[in-house]
């Protein structure tokens, strides 16, 4: 397998870091990370069954998929394997929702603190859906 290859649904290696593909952009991709057991839990966390993780091509069993988006170069990733359709459908349902949570906090955020509300008028949108990994500082720059 290649880096052209990589697709939605990929699960590729980022220096020691595993990711589920959710968006490819030509030099760039758009994953979410799978962390093992002995981390905290997230809301943001969706379980993954052992055939999902199999089929995937991974190796530990004791692994969920972080639904919080990170973006990456394509050059700096390994192929490793593919999730299902279905797997990757669960995934960006958690990440959609764990945007809308994060709005509704930055919204919350505002109404107290006057300094950040001066700085961010419109909660942050969910930028990676609309093509590109921006930070919550770059969106609200070219936002305001």
């Known amino acids: 397998m290649e880096k052209c290859d990589i697709s939605s ?3 590729v290696l980022s220096g020691r870091q595993t990711f589920i593909v959710l968006q490819r952009k030509s030099a760039s991709l758009v994953g979410c990370p799978l962390v093992y057991e002995g981390e905290p ?15 995937a091509g991974l190796s530990r ?8 988006p990170c973006q990456r170069s394509v050059l700096s990733v390994r192929l490793i394997g593919q999730v299902a359709p279905e797997t990757l459908a669960r ?26 509300a001066r700085l961010r008028q419109k909660p942050v949108r969910a930028v990676w859906l609309e093509g590109s990994m921006m930070s919550r500082r770059e ?5 305001g």
């Open 139 to 143: 969106a609200a720059l070219r936002a």
């Open 91 to 116: 995934v960006v349902v958690q990440a959609e929702r764990e945007q809308v949570r994060r709005n509704v906090e930055a919204q919350a955020r505002t109404g107290t603190c006057q300094n950040v």
């Open 41 to 55: 839990v997230h809301r943001a966390d969706v379980a993954l069954e052992w055939h999902e993780l199999v089929e």
């Open 9 to 11: 649904g990929s699960v």
């Open 61 to 68: 069993l004791d692994v969920r998929c972080r639904s919080i």
